[in-house]
């Protein structure tokens, strides 16, 4: 039987793509494949385009309490949906259930929070600023928008922008990663159900065809993008080279320090989250464990306890602890920083590389591992792995902690697990990163606050969702005014 072939969809209908090159989409627990997805062209991205653009005069005249009740009936249509959504995502991607589960409340999040348009897009006016001279600043939408988004989080993530895009009065265009596009494919369903004007809400499947084009379409005004450091780089330069407003999120390596002092029972179980949650594969992940002072061989012993009986499998199972990583290529990536920091003279004190799920022979797993005594300077503790590989960095003091949070490169996020308000308030004052968890280990900010990173895990300056959001996507036109 052939295998279902994902459609983009513009204009309000589903077409498929003139594409030659047809990429395969896999369930990795089984290490089969179960969809096709077309790598699109330019001229699918000037379909979707001439679509949004056309739009957008209509959408723009819309009342925007008007546009927020497309909104509301959405968020009731994707509860309706929500398991069939999060078992998709599982299928393509690998997490697990309650992981897509959560990740499909986020992406609802994000509708509701755009539903507060009539006040979040107000502008502001100020009378006499001269005599007999007001000025209003209007917040006023700019035309089409486009998102390009990463594998590890295939529902939410273009949800981080496109509802307040579109609330706003703008068109949008949304380019799913080529590796998991039936989750957002299962979505557009759900769209197409609640009938937004024809070309307000498009998608385009493909991989960098896709993307060139929509980053030198002369129609399109912004770009929101998350995904690897140097794809967000590329897009941030080109972005800027073809005059576009652009948000480009990238990757991470984040560190999780714990105190002497932290109540290491109740911490434990969001700590093996934070490293082991998602199969590593979130850009808020902890990447490196540095335990401060005498608290490492405790906290090492422990934190290796609950890692082993943690029950690695089918995402789909609702016992599953941690699932697949998502691709066969990924999972080889991964192994190959394994046998780098043991080259490199870290010591594995937990080796996932011939992990066996015994149903799933065939599935793309990587069992947890851990290394300690991790330096520094070593790779495991400079490159992003995205995978279930822990690196103990020990640190003699706050200080040092501090320190190795400050010299990665990467600043998406960091947490510390401590007992002490002293020490919380240095760290949380001090590190670079712009995402911080006191005792939490995943420090996710909800789609009223907003969601990004520093330094080489994010170029731009306004974030995804949050407040800062409504000014992304609308243009603050001034007028200063008199009456003779
Ligand atoms: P990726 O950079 O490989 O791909 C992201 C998107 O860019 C995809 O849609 C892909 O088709 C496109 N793309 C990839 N290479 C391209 C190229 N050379 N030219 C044009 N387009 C290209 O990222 P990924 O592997 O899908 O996702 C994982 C990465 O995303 C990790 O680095 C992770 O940290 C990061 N991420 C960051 C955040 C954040 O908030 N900062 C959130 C989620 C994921």
Same mark, same amino acid.
């Given at each position: 039987?052939?295998?279902?072939?994902?459609?983009?969809?513009?204009?309000? $209908?589903?077409?498929?793509?003139?594409?030659?090159?047809?990429?395969?989409?896999?369930?990795?627990?089984? %290490?089969?494949?179960?969809?096709?997805?077309?790598?699109?062209?330019?001229?699918?991205?000037?379909?979707?385009?001439?679509?949004?653009?056309?739009?957008?005069?209509? @959408?723009?005249?819309?009342?925007?309490?008007?546009?927020?009740?497309?909104?509301?009936?959405?968020?009731?249509?994707?509860?309706?949906?929500?398991?069939?959504?999060?078992?998709?995502?599982?299928?393509?991607? %690998?997490?697990?259930?309650?992981?897509?589960?959560?990740?499909?409340?986020?992406?609802?999040?994000?509708?509701? &929070?755009?539903?507060?348009?009539?006040?979040?897009?107000?502008?502001?006016?100020?009378?006499?600023?001269?005599?007999?001279?007001?000025?209003?600043?209007?917040?006023?939408?700019?035309?089409?928008?486009?998102?390009?988004?990463?594998?590890?989080?295939?529902?939410?993530?273009?949800? @981080?922008?496109?509802?307040?895009?579109?609330?706003?009065?703008?068109?949008?265009?949304?380019?799913?990663?080529?590796?998991?596009?039936?989750?957002?494919?299962?979505?557009?369903?759900?769209?197409? $159900?609640?009938?937004?004007?024809?070309?307000?809400?498009?998608?385009?499947?493909?991989?960098?065809?896709?993307?060139?084009?929509?980053?030198?379409?002369?129609?399109? $005004?912004?770009?929101?993008?998350?995904?690897?450091?140097?794809?967000?780089?590329?897009?941030?330069?080109?972005?800027?080279?073809?005059?576009?407003?652009?948000?480009?999120?990238?990757?991470?390596?984040?560190?999780?320090?714990?105190?002497?002092?932290?109540?290491?029972?109740?911490?434990?179980?969001?700590?093996?989250?934070?490293?082991?949650?998602?199969?590593?594969?979130?850009?808020?992940?902890?990447?490196?464990?540095?335990?401060?002072?005498?608290?490492?061989?405790?906290?090492?012993?422990?934190?290796?306890?609950?890692?082993?009986?943690?029950?690695?499998?089918?995402?789909?199972?609702?016992?599953?602890?941690?699932?697949?990583?998502?691709? +066969?290529? &990924?999972?080889?990536?991964?192994?190959?920083?394994?046998?780098?920091?043991?080259?490199?003279?870290?010591?594995?004190?937990?080796?996932?590389?011939?992990?066996?799920?015994?149903?799933?022979?065939?599935?793309?797993?990587?069992?947890?591992?851990?290394?300690?005594?991790?330096?520094?300077?070593?790779?495991?503790?400079?490159?992003?792995?995205?995978?279930?590989?822990?690196?103990?960095?020990?640190?003699?003091?706050?200080?040092?902690?501090?320190?190795?949070?400050?010299?990665?490169?990467?600043?998406?996020?960091?947490?510390?697990?401590?007992?002490?308000?002293?020490?919380?308030? $240095?760290?949380?004052?001090?590190?670079?990163?712009?995402?911080?968890?006191?005792?939490?280990?995943?420090?996710?900010?909800?789609?009223?606050?907003?969601?990004?990173? +520093? %330094?080489?895990?994010?170029? %731009?300056?306004?974030?995804? &969702?949050?407040?800062?959001?409504?000014?992304?996507?609308?243009?603050?036109?001034?007028?200063?005014?008199? @009456?003779?």
């Amino acid at each position: 039987m052939a295998l279902p072939l994902m459609k983009n969809y513009v204009n309000g $209908e589903w077409v498929e793509s003139n594409s030659k090159t047809i990429g395969d989409v896999w369930n990795p627990a089984l %290490g089969e494949k179960i969809a096709r997805v077309a790598y699109g062209t330019k001229e699918d991205v000037d379909k979707a385009v001439a679509a949004a653009k056309a739009a957008f005069w209509e @959408w723009r005249t819309t009342p925007p309490l008007t546009r927020a009740r497309y909104l509301f009936r959405l968020k009731d249509a994707f509860e309706e949906n929500f398991e069939e959504i999060a078992r998709v995502l599982t299928t393509e991607q %690998g997490k697990c259930i309650d992981e897509a589960r959560g990740e499909v409340r986020r992406m609802i999040e994000n509708v509701e &929070h755009a539903t507060g348009v009539t006040t979040l897009m107000c502008g502001y006016t100020l009378e006499d600023i001269a005599k007999n001279i007001d000025c209003y600043g209007h917040r006023q939408p700019m035309g089409v928008f486009g998102a390009i988004v990463p594998y590890n989080f295939p529902g939410m993530v273009p949800w @981080w922008f496109l509802p307040y895009a579109v609330v706003c009065g703008n068109t949008f265009i949304v380019k799913p990663s080529e590796q998991v596009p039936m989750t957002q494919t299962k979505i557009f369903e759900i769209v197409d $159900e609640i009938g937004f004007p024809e070309g307000v809400i498009n998608m385009v499947h493909g991989s960098r065809d896709v993307v060139n084009a929509m980053l030198d379409h002369p129609d399109i $005004e912004g770009i929101s993008f998350v995904g690897s450091t140097p794809t967000a780089k590329y897009i941030y330069e080109r972005c800027g080279a073809t005059g576009k407003r652009v948000q480009a999120l990238g990757g991470a390596k984040n560190i999780v320090a714990v105190t002497p002092d932290a109540d290491l029972a109740a911490g434990m179980p969001s700590l093996i989250t934070s490293f082991f949650g998602c199969t590593g594969q979130r850009c808020l992940s902890g990447s490196i464990l540095a335990p401060v002072g005498d608290v490492a061989d405790e906290l090492i012993e422990k934190f290796l306890f609950a890692t082993k009986v943690m029950k690695v499998g089918n995402g789909l199972d609702e016992q599953t602890a941690m699932g697949p990583v998502v691709s +066969a290529a &990924h999972k080889e990536r991964v192994l190959g920083f394994i046998e780098k920091g043991i080259e490199e003279g870290a010591d594995l004190i937990l080796d996932g590389r011939d992990f066996k799920v015994p149903d799933y022979p065939n599935g793309f797993f990587i069992g947890p591992t851990i290394f300690d005594n991790v330096k520094p300077d070593m790779t495991l503790a400079c490159q992003e792995i995205f995978g279930p590989v822990v690196s103990i960095v020990r640190c003699k003091d706050l200080d040092e902690a501090i320190e190795l949070v400050n010299t990665r490169g990467f600043a998406n996020a960091a947490c510390l697990y401590t007992g002490s308000g002293g020490a919380a308030r $240095e760290f949380k004052y001090r590190v670079k990163p712009s995402m911080v968890g006191i005792n939490i280990g995943i420090a996710a900010p909800m789609s009223f606050f907003p969601f990004g990173g +520093a %330094g080489d895990s994010m170029f %731009g300056d306004i974030k995804g &969702h949050g407040q800062e959001i409504f000014h992304f996507f609308t243009d603050t036109k001034v007028v200063i005014e008199r @009456w003779f």
